[in-house]
């Protein structure tokens, strides 16, 4: 069985490589049982300012909740395509928020952040509606979707201008983030984040003092998309200004491989989730004592 759940490992990250098919499979390995997805819902006036909200059907009163962001290289990506991270993540008995949120081109940096911090606002404000605690609220994300929720967790004018702050944030889940990617050589990266003088104003590394919430960067060694040096980089940042900063490093894992055990089938084929729910768990239940 092992063998068998590797071999679709394989399968699955192959296909996720080519985006829409990747996604469309899966979701449909993605149990529709044990959670209530609530989709569709309006976290700002844009038309791709709406989230959804899994909630677990058994979950501990005052449940954690994670927003997370999913990658695309800022110009691509859609929640729908997303819903097994939403089960994966309620599976754990997590209350989990996924956005949509600005892409490229019509929105440049820092648009789709300024959309991350709306999201996350709308999260602590409505997190007891669906049976989540907002003193434990988390964000996350893969890829671009790791820059968004590493930026709201380092440089706090976004989520103040959203009318949170980065006080209300428990912690920071990021999956194969770019964290500290100067200089931008892609040219669609550099019209992204231009002008070329407030690059270091995309960087998260650059706002790091010490007043981060607790981090886990999670990486993998043969991610050739974004280099783990973003993850290594970051976590010896916080780490010696006083913050707290986990580095998970996984061997021979790709940038896509990073996320595919998240998908329901491919659990046993490595413990990336085991991993994100120990440290959202173990933070939690830190802020209870």
């Known amino acids: ?30 149990p529709r049982w044990g959670y209530d997805r609530h989709a569709d819902i309006a976290y700002g006036d844009l038309e791709r300012q709406t989230l959804d909200v899994y909630v677990p059907n058994e979950h501990a009163a005052g449940a954690p909740v994670v927003v997370f962001f999913y990658g ?25 928020v996924l956005p949509d949120y600005r892409l490229y081109p019509p929105t440049t940096f820092p648009g789709f952040v300024e959309d991350g911090a709306k999201a996350v606002a709308w999260a ?21 979707g790791a820059h968004i929720a590493a930026m709201l967790a380092t440089d706090g004018r976004y989520l103040n201008a959203a009318g949170s702050s980065v006080s ?53 060694a043969a991610d050739k998309t974004v280099l783990p040096k973003n993850s290594r980089n970051l976590a010896a940042r916080v ?22 055990p998240l998908v329901a089938p491919l659990r046993g084929t490595g413990s990336e989730l085991d991993d994100f729910a120990a440290f959202i768990n173990k933070v939690a239940s830190d802020s209870l004592r």
């Open 1 to 30: 069985m092992h063998r068998f759940l590797l071999g679709l490992s394989g399968l699955v990250v192959s296909s996720l490589l080519a985006a829409c098919s990747g996604q469309f499979w899966a979701n449909a390995l993605t």
């Open 124 to 144: 602590q404000a409505h997190a007891a509606d669906y049976g989540g605690n907002a003193e434990n609220l988390f964000v996350s994300g893969h890829s671009a």
């Open 168 to 220: 209300a944030l428990a912690g920071f889940v990021g999956m194969a983030g770019p964290y500290d990617f100067l200089p931008i050589r892609d040219p669609v990266l550099q019209e992204i984040f231009a002008p070329r003088e407030d690059w270091p104003q995309s960087q998260p590394i650059e706002f790091v003092d010490g007043d981060e919430p607790p981090m886990l960067l999670m990486h993998g």
């Open 72 to 96: 695309g290289s800022w110009q691509s990506g859609d929640k729908n395509g997303y819903r097994f991270v939403g089960q994966a993540l309620a599976s754990r008995g997590f209350i989990a």
């Open 239 to 260: 780490n010696e200004v006083g913050g707290s900063a986990e580095l998970e490093i996984y061997p021979e894992t790709s940038h896509i491989g990073l996320i595919a």
